[in-house]
Nanobody, 121 residues
Framework: QVQLVESGGGLVQPGGSLRLSCAASGSIFSINGMGWYRQAPGKQRELVAGITSGGVTNYAASVKGRFTISRGNAKNTVYLQMNSLKPEDTAVYYC???????????????WGQGTLVTVSS
């Protein structure tokens, strides 16, 4: 069973920074794309940033220039460096990955449990 575990969330003041981490474990043959989503109270879950196995990145317009997504050398981890944080960034952040458990299986979407980021003075 493949599992994604996020860490790094917490309370930070506006203008501050946080770095989120996500580690994939379990029966993994390969991982294609990975990304970060977030869900604020009363809002739908939205894509924050994504990165392909080749390193191509995509960002929501609201975080461009402030957030940076990257993957570890082993490709089983993904990070989200968040700078210049705003109160509007407050949300539960979820890690997502397309995981292949076997050479003969299709990629499946896996989600982490989420980590809370609160931006407040």
């Amino acid at each position: 069973q493949v599992q994604l575990v996020e860490s790094g969330g917490g309370l930070v003041q506006p203008g501050g920074s946080l770095r989120l981490s996500c580690a994939a474990s379990g029966s993994i043959f390969s991982i294609n794309g990975m990304g970060w989503y977030r869900q604020a109270p009363g809002k739908q879950r939205e894509l924050v940033a994504g990165i392909t196995s080749g390193g191509v990145t995509n960002y929501a317009a609201s975080v461009k220039g402030r957030f940076t997504i990257s993957r570890g050398n082993a490709k089983n981890t993904v990070y989200l460096q968040m700078n210049s944080l705003k109160p509007e960034d407050t949300a539960v952040y979820y890690c997502n990955a397309d995981v292949k458990e076997s050479r003969d299986y299709r990629y499946l979407e896996v989600w982490g449990q989420g980590t809370l980021v609160t931006v407040s003075s």
